[in-house]
């Protein structure tokens, strides 16, 4: 994560030496760029961690700045303005969210199959962020009263999200796998309402025991929509959750 | 919610004339203590309509007393410091809840009637914040993260409401309503996801139709852990999800 000082940064515009062969400046305008990507990568990672800890609205260049040792200026070169900073912190996320919880979900075969993966993943994602946050959620209630483009942006990303869940639903459906009469967005609203409780209960309660009950909670979720084809393909069901939970506890 | 100009206020330490009766200065002190609730009490209300706009974090002596009137010399005299008002705003939109929710239950019978009596009051005065945002969940979400006696009164008004839930639940078991098995937490666990789910859809995505999916999974959710008896005693099941969501839309 360490920021290599400035000086060590090649000159963009230094002048070749005399006798140097003409792709040199280009090779160096080429590292240059290479290192600013590297610097804007380590800072908006610094940003996704801070966001995650205190909020998008708890983001600003200034303690940014503090937490990588760097100048607001050096800071504002990269992201021209909070906001830019704030919805690149968003885009960013998300990427990771996708390459984590729904690309390898792509790997399955169609139908329960990969509708399970996704949500096994979504699950996974949330246990591990119990700890740091989940930008999605705590932006939601950030955001849900201030209209302009970081709320838009975080609502993008979300809704892209709930869609490729939709379509995941909706191909179990035509897979047989899920009961022909299954309204993709209500099942979805069903089954976010347990992230959310894993959430509230895991972070703020400090329950133990949240993301088992969650577990018990989406099999039975899903059960209610199955058919026999998807039931043989759901996997195995937790045991229930006073169970589970006294487990944890 | 007008505050009357000080110079209306009576003077506690005023002498009594002579000839006038002894009981002039206590009646005296008594309206001057009126008063100060009557604006203490004038004070929390904007504090809470603040609050929920802008979170319990956005709520200053500041921005109070503009919205007030009032100068911030004078909110500090009712409200030593803004930990001390955030946690008071805390109470009062608990004691609202348990007035609105809670409370009219009680006069149904224990069993599946008095649930769903708490139930159905939870989802319509969510329905009735999904314009002002709730300070449970907005709180939940500011605080999860910090520790200290705001975060503890606000967890301890959730906590205290779910117990309220919880002994519900269990007096709908001793009643027969709900199958022997329910585990209390479990349950609450799934149906505060539905409390949960239409904040986070109605109020963030402004997605059409949220209370109506509230409506038709909290009615699904309870109905597995239902018995026979139980079910005779739930009330009228709404139609399903996509066509209530799509008339609502």
């Not at 199955?226 to 045991?239: D, E, K, N, Q």
């Amino acid at each position: 994560m360490g920021i290599t000082p400035s000086s060590d940064k090649p000159q963009i515009a230094a002048k070749p030496r005399a006798g140097k062969p003409p792709q040199e400046p280009r090779a160096s305008l080429s590292r240059s760029l290479q290192k600013g990507q590297q610097t804007r990568a380590a800072i908006l990672d610094a940003a996704l961690r801070l966001s995650s800890q205190r909020g998008l609205e708890g983001l600003s260049i200034g303690v940014l700045a503090d937490a990588m040792q760097m100048s607001k200026s050096g800071v504002f070169a990269h992201f021209g303005s909070r906001e830019e900073l704030q919805i690149s912190v968003i885009r960013e996320y998300h990427n990771r969210f996708e390459a984590e919880v729904f690309m390898p979900a792509l790997g399955e075969p169609r139908g329960m199959r990969r509708l399970r993966a996704m949500l096994d993943a979504w699950l996974q994602r949330m246990s591990v962020e119990l700890h740091s946050g989940c930008i999605y959620i705590s932006g939601a209630v950030e955001f849900d009263d201030r209209p302009g483009p970081v709320r838009d942006a975080l609502a993008d990303m979300v809704k892209s999200w709930h869609s490729a869940l939709h379509r995941a639903i909706g191909l179990a459906v035509d897979e047989g796998h899920l009961l022909p009469d299954t309204d993709p967005p209500q099942l979805l609203f069903e089954l976010h309402g347990l992230i959310l409780s894993v959430h509230h209960d895991a972070r703020f309660l400090r329950a133990p025991g949240a993301i088992e009950r969650a577990r018990v909670a989406l099999c039975r979720t899903l059960e209610r929509y199955t058919t026999p084809a998807g039931r043989a393909l759901m996997g195995p069901v937790p045991a229930d959750g006073a169970a589970a939970a006294s487990r944890a506890g």
